[in-house]
């Protein structure tokens, strides 16, 4: 039955090298961030809040790595400081929209028609709403925290994600693999939990990694609304956009969050992509 | 998939390197004066949309001070000029003023400004036409009275000598009695009829509100610079509420003028060559006014040792640099007649002072830095207008605030409040907060009448944010109100800020500004002396 089995869509066509240094950089840094968002102190020289007038707008230095913001402020530490909030509204971004998108895109690929229309439809006219908006919208009726923030971007981006599942979810169904599993007499139960869900699935494992990223720019902006983590919080997207009012004079306050925020998103999409692939292995062999 | 994933992914850093080419990108320098253009637009970029033209906030006082005329027009040394009113004249007794009005002046509906309109206004703006006129005229207006046609008469309760200049602010705008009363209110709201220098064309709500020369102009200001029609055709407001987009948009010559100049941005925008002006407002600076009636400020020792806590003017020196000027004085800005300095000095840092009070008044240090009482933590809610009252510099400046005073052991809650909530009504009751932040623009310390008036049963006064309805305070602003010699009344103002000062129940942070950058092809835009607004009668474009 081996010969049957497909191959993944959407498989990387990147070649994965012997020695996946992005994977060892990628798994280095998660690390870091992970201590960084347990225990800050152990990385920080500086509270996340700590004000020193003396020494504001200063360049980055051996003192202040990543400078010093107008009140001071040694951005590191801050950025330190603010990995725990920054991984938990990404992470927890991420988790909320996937679950509301495997959950409505399975309904509208998988259920019967009336249901799977209805669905359809329901995502459709989400899908006319501009995330940032959906995410307005709940934060209007809740009032602003880093939950809020959780659910509302997870709610503004899940549509898009529902979107994929449903179509990878068709894909997997009307495949020449699921043709012959139906053709050889498989029941439908295992049909769907053998060969659609499973192939319609592993994509999202890279998506997962990807969205944690996007979803930390998203709360960014929402932070900026003053409808995220209150200033002076040292959350990245708090960060950045504090930074923003001061690109000219002092571009660090920017570039440093900035930095930080892609390496995370870079890092995690390796991640996702190796676990992707070794999974894809694994179940070859 | 591959494709949005990359997009997806460089996305942070495309928003970090176009926002640093942005910055690279300025204009040179002005080179002199072009060629002037015959009429054109201005692009103005403010940062704040109001609900409505003319209303009793700031922000709405600015568009309508270009749309409206007023009776009377402060100049640039705080003379009240005329403007509709030829002329004016205060009764013996106090109680009565008499103002002439020009002849042959005309709303932009056809309708003649005369006696009959003025008086309609001040009914109006007391039944609610306008919050801020109406808290201003609230105890001493009676009523309007139409003498002659161009004559109306203004009785008062009280004698009121200042009353002219209070009339300067946008607030008191004269607009079209045939207009209120047969218009929809929806009409009035977003284009009110007066008989100001521009007409308001369209307001593309969220975007822009369009202003279009009023061709048959006749009642400039006494301190205009120029007589008849304005000279541009038009000017767009252009609402952008975030800062670095706004001098973003002024570099690259998208607008013509910017509204509230972040102070990192002043330096840059002036080696440019941008004209840069800088209006600190009169009336009540930005300020913390704590809550003496609920919470741990009820103790005055509290609110001292908050002040004491607190290096304001090293704050503010270091957000503002150089451009935002430190205020002390809780009660009235530096720029306003009657200010008393004694006040603004009442309390300078001193932590060691600020521990002792506490400790005295029984709150002690806990384990963790923070004090406690009876198992209660002292903690206060300060919540702000973001945005809307406190902008970002303010906003950099209140958590420098809440840093300084956590370190003798206060807890301080910074809550931002978005425009819409906080003018819901967010955060005003005294069950709600401990400290409020705010400023109010005014023409003289008669603004401590508005801030202070005690409140009653009968007329509530929510506009006093420290919750403090004191008699004594009361009558020392009401004495100061009614003197009817100069020097008397701002000795009394002076008592009453130091009187606030004494008993830490505001205090001081820094003066609210008006700020314009103008690119170099637009010239004479001045920012009017009553409330600091934008004026663009007399601008005009070159080249």
Known sequence: MTALRPSVIDAPRVALTKRPWSLYLSIGLLAFLAVAAVAPNLLAPYGPTAIDYDSALQPPSFLHLFGTDESGRDLYSRVIHGTSQSLLIGIGAAFVSLVLAVILGALAALSVKPVAILVDRSVEILFAFPALLLALLLIAITGPSAWT???????GTAPGYARMVRGQILAAKNSGYVEAATALGHSRGRILHEHILPNALRPLVAVFALSIGQSIVWASGLSFLGLGVAPPSPEWGALLDAGRAYVTQASWLLLFP????????????????HLQFYLEKGRRT | MSLPRSARLVAPLAIVIAASLAACASPAAGSGEGQRIDGGTIVYAPQQEPACVFGGWIEQAYISYNVLDSLVSLDENSQVVPWLAEKWEESDDGLSWTFTLKDGVGFTDGTPVNAEAVAYNFDYWVTGGNSTARVWLFGYYESAEVVDDLTVRINLSAPYPRLADNLTQGYFGIQSKDALETRSDEDNCSAPIGSGAFIVEEWNRGQNLVLVRNENYTSWPANALHEGPAYVEKVDWRFVADATTRVAALQSSEVDAIYDVPAVQWKTLDDGGYELERYVTAGRPQQLSFNTQIGPFTDERVRQAFAYSLDREQIVETIGQGVIPFEGNGGVSQSTPGYSQAAADRYTYDPEKAAELLDEAGWQLNADGVREKDGETLEVVLPYGAGSIVNADGAAILQGVKEQAEQVGFVVDLIPVPQAELFAGAYSTAEER?????????VTSGILYINWRPSTPESPNYSNQAFYD???????????NSAADLDTQNELYQQAQEYIADHALAIG????????????NLHDVWQEHAQGGPTFYDAYLTE
Request: charged share 15%.
């Open chain 1, 149 to 155: 923030q959780v659910f509302a971007v997870g709610l």
């Open chain 1, 258 to 273: 900035g930095l930080v925020i892609v390496a995370l998103a870079l890092s995690a999409t390796s991640i996702g992509r």
């Open chain 2, 509 to 520: 942070v820094y003066a609210r500004l008006s700020t314009l950058a103008v690119a170099p």
């Open chain 2, 434 to 442: 401990d400290i409020a932040v705010g400023y109010w623009t005014a």
């Open chain 2, 470 to 480: 004191d008699e004594e305070l009361g009558q020392l602003i009401l004495d100061a």
